[in-house]
């Protein structure tokens, strides 16, 4: 094997936490939770199957944190009251015990809410109608709706949602806990300029609009403890804005970065199209600009399943670990077969539908048991 991809199979530091390779498993959304928010009776198999297939951790698919406005999605985990703590527990174990950590991504949708079984009105930083059509594979039909424009006191009610997530996360047993800053949520619409036009302290230039998220990723790390693994998730496009790029760039990109690395986070994890792509014409990419400007650990993801450019990103010291998404689910195993040097199965949009969606035979397949 060639001694580079051996560095993909070196143990590294995430936090407080070793991943035995740097083989992450990204987070995504598979709409299979039960009608309550709880864990669905196929997701444990379906985790339990990318840690079995060798990735050093994997994170978990957007879980929403509260019982006012975060929901996104029909069929989405939360993490808002006990019994959906509870429910998260054995798949928590069952990864564990296949020698991956585990980190749950906390998500807000915001203005993105196509479903939410709490509030029939969805809220943003600004009653700005989101652009785009919402996901049709998401049960999504049409536009967004025009979102309200959040209160200070509707605020708070976020920002301690998501602090107790992250405490019943952390009590439930996961290894670490990323909020989602990116892909067009919540805390993304509060940083885009386009979408957060408020006057209050939230809003204005990228430093306040970035106050949201410094304020829940430090009130986080006041609750889940100085050591804790805590990331943040970071990107330029939305899902329902593929293109967007940050207005000030590269001066954006320093920061957006600077700015996280005060708060405590221990990982910032970046997500482009193509990770390796280089960002605005500084000649780097976002991922390398994140380790450079903040000097913490960095995941890079986006069209990394190819072992010659997770390698690439490692080897040059871009990230410290690759997240990889769709060719995870093409082969769940992903790491195991880079490993042996097998060959890895091409992504097909079918292996997108909803676990429950995938008959249970084939899920055994698909996830090795
Ligand atoms: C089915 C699906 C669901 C996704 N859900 C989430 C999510 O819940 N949270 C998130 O941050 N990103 C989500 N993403 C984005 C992925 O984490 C990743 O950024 C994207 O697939 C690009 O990486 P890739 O080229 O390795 O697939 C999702 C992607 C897919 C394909």
Not at 83 to 93: C, R, V, Y
Not at 281 to 292: P, V
Not at 297 to 320: W, Y
């Amino acid at each position: 094997m060639d001694m580079s991809v051996k560095q993909l199979f070196q143990s590294g530091t995430l936090g407080n936490l070793i991943l035995k390779n740097r083989f992450v498993l990204a987070p995504m959304t598979r709409i299979s939770a039960t009608a309550t928010g709880d864990v669905g009776p196929l997701m444990t198999k379906y985790y339990k199957g990318f840690a079995r297939g060798g990735f050093g951790a994997v994170i978990t698919e957007g879980v929403y944190t509260d019982r006012a406005y975060s929901q996104g999605y029909k069929g989405q985990p939360g993490i808002a009251d006990a019994s959906q703590q509870e429910s998260w527990k054995k798949l928590i174990h069952k990864v564990k015990g296949e020698d991956t950590k585990i980190i749950m991504q906390l998500m807000h949708a915001g203005a993105l809410s196509q479903f939410n079984g709490f509030s029939s009105e969805t809220c943003g930083p600004s009653a700005v109608l989101p652009k785009g059509e919402q996901m049709a594979f998401y049960h999504g039909r049409g536009g967004y709706v025009r979102p309200k424009e959040m209160t200070s006191e509707e605020i708070k009610i976020a920002i301690s949602g998501f602090v107790n997530a992250a405490q019943r996360a952390q009590d439930a047993g996961v290894d670490g806990i990323e909020i989602h800053g990116a892909n067009g949520y919540l805390l993304d619409q509060f940083l885009t300029d386009y979408t957060n036009i408020r006057k209050d302290e939230y809003g204005g230039d990228v430093i306040s609009r970035l106050r949201l998220t410094s304020e829940i990723i430090e009130r986080v790390r006041e609750k889940v403890g100085k050591t804790f693994t805590l990331g943040v998730r970071i990107s330029q496009a939305k899902v329902n804005d593929f293109e967007h790029k940050w207005r000030g760039q590269i001066e954006d990109a320093q920061t957006i970065f600077t700015g996280i690395a005060k708060t405590g986070v221990s990982y910032i994890h970046t997500t482009e199209f193509l990770a390796t792509a280089p960002a605005f014409n500084s000649g780097s990419s976002l991922a390398k600009l994140a380790r450079e400007f903040s000097g913490l650990p960095v995941i890079a993801n986006g069209g990394l399943n190819s072992p010659d450019q997770a390698m690439d990103m490692i080897k040059t010291e871009q990230a410290q670990f690759v997240a990889i998404g769709k060719g995870a689910l093409a082969a769940p195993d992903l790491p195991k077969r880079i490993l042996k040097e097998e060959p890895l199965p091409e992504f097909d949009f079918a292996m997108l539908m909803p676990i429950a969606d995938i008959k249970v035979s084939e899920l055994s397949t698909v996830n090795n048991g």
